[in-house]
């Protein structure tokens, strides 16, 4: 029995390494492919609309719920220690540093994610890839680049969005639902709030950005091509881009402070 | 020599003792197969022996085990990368499904492989799909989504895609499946009709007999792994190999076996599970 558990330990390590291995074949692929599809910049363009433009509503809504939320449980807090004019900071704070660049990440995991994964998925179960092949046409060229590029940009941009209107709703609740004062929230925040600060908000979102974006076309351009193939590979997308963007949020989080 | 010579200009795929296994299931156990240009050659066989395996190693998609496939003279399994790619232009395929690109509407479609592939004026594009595409009598689909064309108008947008670059070699993976006997018939026609006109060679995969011997000028059966029978079609469907006989007239039992192997019908039913 013992020998069982170790063989089958031994198996899932195994898969687990190679699975990994191939994650980093391919995304040195797509580095090395990364300024030819650049030069195509058409391509790029269409799927920033594709992950960006139309994850826009979810991400501005979100972080417009989230802004609030901030702005009612930091008035709440802040109140017990009579610092509610620091409100502005601390939503400010909390947002640029870690809930923009992370609750946007999860979004766009689950909206253009699984967009991108299915939509890959869906060609290779239908055969439109091999259809490339045949017709000398290098799809991870063709398909994959524009659709890794369009979301490693979308997602630093969504962030910024996310933070900023989340910013506007913790001003709704602190300034005009709380009674906060509204030049203490606004120059308390400008006076919190440093270059670096921003930065590491930058940085993270475009990290996410590569590790979904990584993610999603990796899971879709590998799925097995049946219908419970596609399916598996969008769940997967969602599950292992979450995760990886908790994971990375703490690595980098820890590295910059 | 001289018939070295004529043997090179004559065949446009020429396949020596190919080995081809997928995982532990052997699909080809040494076979050889000439397709020679300007004709329609059809390989027929039953389901899973292997037409559309066969079609991938030609086209450079798989990677034979051991042996030859030569396309105009060229060792496919010596090409890189690119010198496949470079192959490719000058093949064309359709494949079972259609395989159109379902964000492209029919004319960009066509026009596909000539942008990816040239710097071509967009006029010129212009001319060279409504060409390919009156060729194939969809003119006025041009701008139809793939979504909502049939079955057999998607089959001829295809074959308009996988000529539009002038190929030398046309390949059909199934081209019949799916289609009504209008779309059917059309197919067929057009498939003589461009290997004629456009002075191509075509390689037509089917199980569909009737079909196949009312286009092709040979055929090659497949079976179990070998060539079981070449020829012309008319010839091939009188042979009195009976596993031959089996598939060319559609008999239900004989060397391919009506049961998929399993243990006694008796012995399993009386089994508690």
Known sequence: MPAAMIRELAESIRETLETLGSYALFAARLARETPRALWRFGLVVEQVHNAGALSLVITMLSGLFVGMVLGLQGFDLLQRFGSEDSLGSVTALSLLKELGPVVTALLFAGRAGTALASELGLMRATDQLAAMEVMAVDPVRRVVMPRFLGGVISMPLLAAIFSMIGVYGAQLIGVQLMGVDSGQFWSQMRGAVEFDDVMEGVLKSVVFGVACSLVAVYEGYHSVPTAEGVGRATTRTVVISSVSVLLLDYMLTAVML | ?273
């Open chain 2, 1 to 273: 020599m001289n018939s070295e010579v004529r043997r090179e200009t004559g065949v446009i795929v020429r396949v020596r003792d190919l080995h081809y296994a997928a995982g532990r299931r052997v699909i080809f156990s040494g076979i050889d197969l000439d397709f020679p240009r300007g004709a329609v050659t059809a390989v027929m066989g039953p389901s899973g022996s292997g037409k559309t395996t066969l079609l991938r190693l030609i086209t450079g998609q798989l990677r034979a085990s051991r042996g030859l496939i030569e396309v105009e003279g060229k060792d496919v399994s010596e090409l890189s990368r690119s010198g496949i790619y470079r192959m490719r232009r000058r093949m064309g395929m359709l494949f079972q499904n259609s395989a159109l690109l379902t964000d492209l509407d029919v004319y960009e479609n066509i026009a596909f492989p000539i942008r990816e592939h040239t710097k071509m004026p967009e006029r010129l594009v212009r001319h060279v799909v409504l060409t390919k595409l009156q060729a194939v009598g969809l003119r006025g689909a041009a701008r139809l989504m793939p979504a909502e064309l049939s079955g057999g108008m998607a089959r001829r947008v295809a074959l308009a895609r996988a000529i539009v670059m002038d190929p030398a070699l046309l390949i059909y993976d199934e081209p019949f499946v799916g289609l009504d006997p209008i779309s059917m018939g059309v197919v067929l026609r057009l498939i003589r009709r461009l290997n004629d006109t456009l002075s191509l060679t075509s390689i037509v995969v089917s199980h569909d007999v009737r079909e196949i011997a009312a286009v092709a000028d040979c055929c090659h059966l497949l079976s179990g792994g070998q060539i079981i029978a070449s020829g012309p079609p008319a010839a091939v469907s009188q042979s009195s190999q009976e596993d031959v006989r089996q598939f060319m007239h559609g008999l239900p039992d004989g060397p391919v076996p009506f049961h998929y192997p399993a243990p006694e019908y008796a012995d399993q039913i009386r089994q508690v599970r």
